[in-house]
């Protein structure tokens, strides 16, 4: 048996077997897990019907997070399942191309900066809200994904930075506010993972090179170091454990400085 056994996870953001958000319901389904999926698109339908399928969930339901109404309307529909759940897994990020390649200032605009921080960081606080019925009286876990731009500067990145920096504020303010009713608010900061979202950003492959030869474990991390990392604090196990970023990214976020060393 699991240590997910007998809870409900809600996983948002699901788009390919490429993503981190494929990853954490893989691990999610492996420790006993019952899942549910949104789509954004009629496009995207199939893909998640059949990927929710493989990890025996017949609940897939359309879901844009750009508005209340879409969030109210899922939510509403999602009870049409389920009368509760227990965990909220939030896999969304979104800035336009034209904002994430080249210099920070001759990058960002108003539009950008507005759609990167909805997206990315509001829309995990509106999908917290629209949950919270729900969730209510389980002493859930809710999760979500950043990145190590949040607090440094990395080339390209530039707004989508300020949005991850915005979210892990939203995790520490949410955990303040849900954690009188029993539930946990946590965010994982990746490390760069070979993913479709994560293509967009310029100058992606030679960060994964990079990282690769600095980091501490000397290699980038998986979809499933992640999901599993995840799968652990939406747990019973990590039960003393909320408004934390933990860190699953080889170790690189500890190191300030590289050498080669002889045998390398």
């Keep these: 048996m699991g240590f997910l056994a007998g809870k409900r996870a809600l996983v948002v953001g699901l788009a390919s077997q490429r993503s981190i958000a494929w990853g954490i319901a893989q691990a999610m389904h492996r420790e006993g897990a019952e899942l549910a999926f949104n789509y954004q698109t009629d496009k995207l339908r199939g893909r998640v019907e059949k990927m929710a399928t493989e990890l025996g969930s017949s609940i897939a339901l359309p879901l844009d997070v750009a508005t209340d109404e879409g969030i109210d309307g899922f939510f509403d529909a999602l009870s049409g399942h389920w009368d509760g759940f227990d965990i909220l897994v939030h ?14 200032l001759d990058c960002v605009t108003r539009e950008g900066f507005r759609v990167a921080h909805d ?6 606080a509106a999908l917290a809200k629209g949950a919270r019925g729900l969730m209510a009286g389980r002493e859930g876990a809710m999760l ?5 731009g949040a607090v440094r500067a990395v080339p390209n990145y530039n707004v989508m ?30 490390g760069p993972i070979k993913t479709l979202a994560a293509a967009g950003v310029g100058g992606f492959r030679r960060m994964l090179h990079h990282v690769e030869e600095a980091s501490p474990l000397r290699r980038n991390v998986t979809i499933e170091n992640v999901g599993n990392a995840a799968a652990f604090l939406c747990s019973d196990l990590a039960a003393g454990i909320t408004g934390e970023i933990l860190y699953v990214d080889a170790g690189y976020n500890i190191v300030g400085m590289h050498f080669e060393t002889p045998d390398e």
Excluded at 91 to 104: E, H, I, K, R
Excluded at 119 to 124: A, K, L
Excluded at 161 to 175: D, H, I, P, T, Y
């Design 119 to 124: 997206i990315s960081s509001y829309s995990f």
């Design 161 to 190: 930075g300020l949005a991850k920096a915005s979210l892990e504020a939203n995790v520490r303010f949410m955990a303040a506010d849900l954690g009188p009713s029993g539930t946990r608010v946590n965010a994982i900061s990746a």
């Design 144 to 148: 979500t994904l950043s990145y190590l």
């Design 91 to 104: 896999s969304v990020a979104f800035a336009p191309q034209d904002q994430l390649g080249g210099g920070y």
